[in-house]
């Protein structure tokens, strides 16, 4: 490259390209006359739920005390019996000395709760989470008997990964959920993240042996000539260094992890994209939604990133 | 010490066999410093990572402290802890720490405590003039410094016999003197060597026996003074020729 050329023209060149891109989509939009309501998204994030508080018993209100923004009531019942309820100031509806009967409504409160979208955000990173888990055991195990020199865990392991990656994810989330599951009377989660981690777990295993193969055999020998056994030999010097070097490859495949658990969806598992296609349903907002849900899968995956970005800095250090 | 009896190792190839070790016998006795030179493929190194089961044989017998490492119910670890080894490529441990290098084995292997396993690391280093570099990592240290903390590493495990892999064939020349310093002083108390080296000097002045291999077999064997003064088999002469 040129010294002395300058990199402002093409940072102008890449904003005056995106800003087309949107332009054009933007038109495209406008054509057919879709209707944006941005303002219904925010309540599927969080949302202020009112809760009727009610009497349990027939009885009286013996008690109403106004502290600022809450009440709190104290109900006593025929039989002695006290209760209090805290109700909101303003959705107070009893005064003191009322006779009430059982389930009539002293009150509202109301509360903070997670919309949809967060719960099925956390859906998909709980059942990523534990899906990695299996697959990082699993793709450890199938990698070290694909490098070992028993033949049969060779060919098991070998059997395993053609197998799982001959075939699409969807089907296999399929076979997990309508052979297996009904098999052995598995439910959708157990089948989801059992799918997922065998899929994740036969790509791991690529990238482990891999990563083994690429340490030098050198390594190998002086740990042996030192009278160090094999296991000791991959524990202590061959796995950690592998490791370091499969690090990129490793996350890469748990990011991807991440996307692909969209597709256990289709067991009606209520994970984000799921979540996404229920508030359609009652929304309409079909545009809204998916750039919504995509943005959530991108900040999770991009945030991913940037911490194995930091842990590989901090492991180079013997570099 | 150290005998071999009819060593053979076969290479198996696409529908060709080498006999890269063709009938060795040897013997080397306690505290004997045995130098093996010969052309590049002369099956040397090959027979010196028999020593260690480093290559398993084909055929024949070494026998190590009466330990024949032919028979199946040899554990072959337990002969590796007196057979110290030093490669060309030095093989450190490039994740660990100089100190860690020398420790590890004896830890997992000897089963020494930390402390007592450090003791030993700091006082071998010292050994090969370099106690300052224990918390480096290998990547910050020299070529000549990587092979005497390797040879270090090779010590901590109070081996009977050390095996030298061409330890200098990778060294830029102004560091192969510190090397071969080294192995001079561990010659000088006492330690059993079988060291492969191209550097004559050091065979000349350091060794009770040369041998010479060429094509996996030992062609002569001899006193340094014999051998470089009056080789009697014409492939030594040539090859003597070639390189001094």
């Not at chain 1, 990656?165 to 157990?190: C, E, H, K, M």
Request: glycine residues 8%.
């Amino acid at each position: 490259m040129n010294a002395t050329e300058k990199i402002w023209p093409w940072k102008i060149l890449l904003a005056v390209i995106l800003i087309f891109m949107a332009a054009g989509t933007w038109g495209a939009v406008k054509q057919i006359d879709y209707q944006w309501r941005w303002y219904r998204v925010p309540q599927y994030f969080f949302y202020l739920a009112e809760d009727a508080q009610k009497i349990p018993f027939d009885g009286i209100v013996t008690k109403v005390e106004k502290a600022g923004k809450t009440t709190t009531v104290t109900l006593t019942s025929e039989s002695s019996e006290i209760v209090t309820v805290e109700v909101e100031t303003e959705e107070l509806r009893v005064s003191e000395g009322e006779e009430l009967f059982e389930d009539d409504t002293v009150g509202f409160s109301s509360e903070w709760r997670l919309g949809p979208l967060m719960k099925g955000l956390w859906t998909t990173l709980w059942l990523s989470a534990i899906a990695s888990v299996f697959a990082l055991i699993l793709g450890l195990v199938a990698g070290l008997a694909k490098v070992s020199k028993n033949y049969t865990l060779r060919g098991l392991a070998m059997i395993y990964v053609e197998c799982i990656r001959g075939t699409p994810l969807l089907v296999q989330i399929f076979i997990a959920y309508f052979f297996l599951g009904t098999v052995f009377d598995l439910s959708r989660n157990v089948c989801g993240i059992g799918a997922l981690a065998l899929f994740a777990g036969a790509y791991v295993a690529e990238i482990v042996r891999a990563g083994i193969q690429a340490i030098p055999p050198g390594q190998t020998e002086a740990a042996r000539s030192l009278g160090m056994t094999m296991p000791q030999t991959m524990m202590d010097i061959i796995l950690p260094q592998a490791f370091k070097k499969i690090l990129p490859p490793l996350s890469g495949q748990f990011i991807s992890l991440i996307k692909d658990s969209s597709l256990v969806s289709v067991i009606a598992i209520t994970d984000l994209t799921k979540s996404g296609r229920e508030i359609i349903t009652s929304t309409f907002a079909t545009f809204e939604v998916w750039l919504v849900v995509a943005a959530m899968y991108l900040l999770v995956t991009s945030l991913l990133s940037q911490v194995v970005f930091y842990m590989e800095r901090r492991l180079a250090v013997s570099d | 010490m150290i005998k071999a009896e009819n060593v053979v190792k076969l290479f198996h190839g696409y529908g060709t066999t080498v006999r890269a070790v063709d009938g060795v016998s040897t013997e080397v006795e306690r505290g004997e410093v045995v130098v093996v030179i010969g052309p590049s493929g002369s099956g040397k190194s090959t027979f010196l990572r028999c020593i260690n089961g480093l290559e398993v044989f084909s055929e024949g017998h070494i026998i190590i402290d009466g330990v024949d490492l032919a028979d199946k119910k040899t554990n072959i670890n337990k002969v590796r802890m007196e057979v110290g080894m030093v490669f060309q490529q030095f093989n450190l441990f490039p994740h660990k720490t100089v100190l860690e290098n020398l420790t590890l084995a004896q830890r997992r292997v000897r089963k020494r405590s930390k402390k007592v396993a450090e003791e030993k690391a700091r006082a071998l280093l010292e050994k090969v003039g370099i106690p300052e570099k224990a918390e480096e990592y290998p990547s910050r240290l020299s070529g000549g410094q990587q092979q005497r903390v390797a040879i270090a590493r090779a010590l901590a495990m109070e081996p009977k016999v050390m095996l030298f892999d061409e330890p200098t064939s990778a060294l830029d020349p102004e560091m192969v003197g510190e090397v071969l310093d080294v192995m001079k002083q561990l010659a000088g108390e006492g330690m059993t060597m079988i060291v492969v080296t191209h550097e004559m000097g050091f065979a000349r002045e350091v060794a009770d026996r040369v041998l010479f291999m060429d094509e996996g077999k030992i062609v002569e064997v001899g006193t340094p003074e014999h051998f470089f003064t009056e080789p009697r088999e014409e492939r030594t002469k040539l090859f003597l020729k070639q390189v001094l």
